[in-house]
């Protein structure tokens, strides 16, 4: 199975802030990479695929780059609607897996 | 528009079985793979299992693999879980999940999720 790797697990920054979270994949998975919002009490919500392309509807202060087994999701600027938890997920091959999980604070 | 609803969830003992639900709609159902993930109480996400749009391929994690069954009905645009020896491992949320772009793994969409709690 794929192991995925997120850092921080936990991060704290202000409204404003440039953040970035990382993934790590334990063995090449091209750019079959997706990002997930969570929020408490509710459903993922799929921010970006492909490793860079955003989800419909999704702003443009979220971002995806890599390739490989090194991944980043950054948010330009950000602001309290930004809480929650955010996942990592491969999908090149089952079992799918997730990364533990970045709880971003604000 | 595409849209997921979980239903079936609830509190069962310990070996029981429950039988979760998932009906779709919006979108040409026949199509599209399905799966589910799982999420234990401040967990993370489990992929749970995978049915392919003809159900001809199924595919389970290792923990739930020889317990839980996949299946469709691809007439009435329904997904279901057959849970079986439930343990107390089990309890979670379970959501089921597709791509609105039709693509391998790629779970795009998710239901709001139904809890199922195993414990005597």
């Known amino acids: 199975d794929i192991q995925m790797t997120q850092s921080p697990s936990l991060l704290s920054a202000s409204v404003g802030d440039r953040v970035t979270i990382t993934c790590r994949a334990s063995?090449?998975?091209?750019?079959?990479l997706a990002w997930f919002q969570q929020k408490p009490g509710r459903a993922p919500k799929s921010l970006i695929y492909?490793?860079?392309r955003l989800q419909s509807g999704v702003p443009s202060k979220f971002s995806g780059s890599g390739s490989g087994t090194d991944f980043t999701l950054t948010i330009s600027s950000l602001q309290p609607e930004d809480f929650g938890t955010y996942y990592c997920?491969?999908?090149?091959?089952?079992?799918?897996?997730f990364g533990g999980g970045t709880r971003v604070e604000i | 528009e595409f849209q997921l609803v979980e239903s079936g969830g609830g509190l069962v003992q310990p070996g029981g079985s429950l039988r979760l639900s998932c009906a779709a709609s919006g979108f040409i159902f026949s199509n599209y793979e399905m799966n589910w993930v799982r999420q234990a109480p401040g967990k993370g996400l489990e992929w749970v299992s995978y049915?392919?749009?003809?159900?001809?391929?199924?595919d389970y994690a290792d923990s739930v693999k020889g317990r839980f069954t996949i299946s469709r009905d691809n007439a009435k645009n329904m997904v279901y879980l057959q849970m079986n020896s439930l343990r107390a491992e089990d309890t979670a949320v379970y959501f089921c999940?597709?791509?609105?772009?039709?693509?391998?793994?790629?779970?795009?969409?998710w239901g709001q999720g139904t809890l199922i709690t195993v414990s005597s």
């Open positions: 999940a597709t791509s609105v772009l039709n693509w391998f793994g790629e779970l795009s969409r």
């Open positions: 997920q491969q999908y090149v091959s089952y079992p799918l897996t």
């Open positions: 492909a490793a860079s």
């Open positions: 063995q090449a998975i091209s750019h079959y």
């Open positions: 049915i392919s749009s003809g159900s001809s391929t199924k």
